[in-house]
């Protein structure tokens, strides 16, 4: 689940006893939620308050990320790939592809606020491409 933080971690254990080299590879993938042709995975993760999230598209479907406005806690910033302030305007701008995340792009944002934040890929919604960020605080 915390799959950054672990590579961080033993990236830096790896300096301390002279693999880093091997370990190398691995941390240039840093990202905590792919996306694949159908789905994000994981769907959940659960992170801290300041923790920020980074999502990789790693299909080679184009994807966004985009928070469901009425999801989230009330005090939260909204978030979505393309920068858009509201979900209306995050859906308005995918007719022209809008915040569209191709193979390799990724979008990241920091949780400041505690709480259920559900988010969905806009043009695989009738799949069930939908997700969540649990944050603790």
């Keep these: 689940m915390y799959r950054r933080r672990f590579l961080e971690r033993a990236g830096a254990a790896g300096v301390a006893v002279g693999t880093s080299l091997s370990l190398a590879g691995c941390l240039a993938d840093?990202?905590?939620?792919?996306?694949?042709?159908?789905g994000f995975v994981p769907d959940e993760i659960t992170v801290e308050v300041g923790d920020r999230v980074v999502w990789e598209n790693t299909s080679v479907r184009g994807h966004t990320v985009t928070a469901y406005e009425d999801a989230i806690p009330e005090e939260a910033d909204y978030f979505a790939s393309g920068g858009f302030e509201t979900e209306a305007a995050a859906r308005e701008a995918w007719?022209?592809?809008g915040g569209r995340l191709?193979?390799?792009?990724?979008?990241?944002?920091?949780f400041s606020v505690p709480g259920r934040y559900d988010y969905v890929c806009i043009p695989?919604?009738?799949?069930?491409?939908?997700?969540?960020v649990v944050v603790e605080g």
Excluded: K, L, W
Aim: no cysteine; hydrophobic share 25%.
């Design 30 to 38: 840093q990202y905590d939620v792919g996306m694949t042709a159908t």
């Design 95 to 97: 007719s022209d592809f």
């Design 102 to 110: 191709e193979n390799g792009d990724r979008f990241s944002h920091t």
């Design 124 to 132: 695989h919604e009738t799949g069930g491409m939908v997700g969540a």
